[in-house]
């Protein structure tokens, strides 16, 4: 699994240092006055630890994760970051770009170990490389018994526990009580909606947070899952100071390597002051950093948390974040919502739901219609037949593919903000199973659809996605989508489909008992069943099709020839194998197919 950077990330690499004083024991090194620069250390050991991709969010004051109207600076800040065995964890500034097009595509944010040499230059919560870069190097930490809960064991299923930190500074503090604080996360006193809770819904319980087990420490104890930590560390210092400060004070007074020995996710509460963003995560790990009353709201809980297992953002045509129909888009400053789960990417890594894969390049371009559930009715069995997420995979290596949800607004999605009872669809890298940032690219409503121009960059090979439409008869309702490739359906493996797939070749010169599918695009009428009622069609359709037939009416008896016109005329012979024959691969009919003129030789 690798990290994809947004396309602007290398425009944030050299992050300047803002020349505050701090002081650290975590990197052995020498002070050294430099003109305008405050206690900066020359690196004399070099130290290797594990890398850190991070997202750090802002808000502009209209409670989203934006920085401005501006469209150049309207996008989270990402960090590279290198996580020492004690859990200090540096920011590295000035890392040559060059390095990040080659060995550093490599990098596992949360896995990846890398060195940096000696040299590098100290300041506050930063490592300026000066224009190098780490060096990749293999393994992980060794594991001793209190290291057994590592952050390295990240899954999307199973349980995990949870510390929230109130943090006290020298100057401000979070500004609610430990009870409130384990409220919020855990719902310890009633709160309705919070982290565990929506985790819990979403996942249909195969994610379980749970509070940090109780701990007496030497200056404070772990109690319903909250410690209050006190630093002597100003506002002013920024979040980075105080960050390590308050990692090194958890170590002392519980007698730890680091923090994540006591809980998988560590979430830091810090005063308002310390930090201008609202809250930030590293990606595939366990800490989370929070500004005062954002570590309260449930959609900054969920994004954060969604940070630490590997979920990237989610965001819409150009803007980051602004695919609002899940958690990792825009946060809201509402302590109970809104009440969603995630987009048809994240859902689908998320591994909680039932899904389909469909190829359409591949031969069994056969069938795709199919039904589709929204969240709030799948019925948590992930092997059962109310898929709710469709990948249609690009086969190219590298290349980004396309996910599909039915956005139904109830239940425990029924707060979701954009793209209510439509289908939605929406791209990303790395397979939909690791880390990468997804774009929403269309919100159908019933009778639109979607064409996926040139497919696989084959010209005039066009997927269209049909939203046909929304059967409310049935409980639980589902959304009939079908899914075409260069006119034909895909998708022949849909676990509840409407009707059987055709055959790829007739077998008989007259039509088979059993009607095969309209092949239109996008039918409007009610699809055949598995078996007529009588031996034979009726004289006319039922029901009859709003739009004008695009086929004659079927007559009272079968044909000669076969009505609705299929992509290939039968032959008044099977054609299987024959020379000259369609093809558009080997297979048991032809074993040796010419792909270029899609004939048998």
Known sequence: MRFFLPYWFFSTLALPNSGNVATSTTIRGSIVQKPQINHERILENEQIGTFL????????????????????????ETTLNIELPDGNIYTLTNVNPSWMNGKGKSLESGVSKIKIGKGATISKANIDLQGGAPEVVGGLFGRDLEDENHHRNLAVTGTRSVLAVKVIAADGEYSFNAATLSDEVFGSSGDPVNL????????????????????????????????????????????????????????????????DVLANHVMYCLPSAAMSGIAYAYNDCRNSVYQNQWCNYLSAQMHEIGHNLNFAHSNEGATAYADQSGMMGYSYSSDDGPIMCFNSAKSYQSGWYPTKDITPIFADCGGFDGKLYGLADFDGNVSGNRTTVIKI??????????????????????????????????T?????????????????????????VDFEGMAGKNVVINFESVDSTVSPPFARVVITYEAMVCGSSTA???????????????????????????PVTNLPTLSPTNPSPTTSPTPAPTNAPVTPAPTSAPTNQPTPKPTLKPTSAPTCGVPGSFCTQNSQCCQMCDRKKNACK
Do not use: H
């Open 53 to 76: 991709l991070a997202e750090i969010d802002y808000s502009n004051g209209n409670a989203r994760r934006e920085l401005s109207n501006d469209r150049k600076n309207d996008r989270p």
């Open 196 to 259: 565990v809770s929506q985790y819990k819904a979403c996942s249909f319980n195969k994610l379980n947070l749970v509070k940090a087990s109780d701990r007496i420490g030497s200056e404070a104890s772990i109690s319903n899952g909250v410690v209050t930590i006190t630093v002597a560390t100003n506002t002013s210092e920024g979040d980075g100071v105080m960050r390590q400060a308050v990692t090194n004070e958890i170590n002392r007074i519980f007698g730890v390597s680091r923090p």
């Open 393 to 426: 995979n690009d086969s190219r290596a590298g290349a980004f593919d396309f996910f599909i949800n039915y956005n139904k607004k109830s239940g425990i999605n029924s707060g979701t903000v954009e793209g209510g009872n439509q289908v939605m669809i929406t």
């Open 428 to 452: 990303t890298g790395n397979e939909g199973t690791g880390y990468s940032e997804s774009n929403l690219l269309a919100k159908l409503s019933v009778g639109m659809s979607y064409t996926i």
């Open 496 to 522: 509840s489909p409407v009707t059987p797939p055709p055959t790829q070749s007739p077998t008989t010169l007259a039509p088979t008992i059993a009607p095969t599918p309209n092949p239109t695009n996008a």
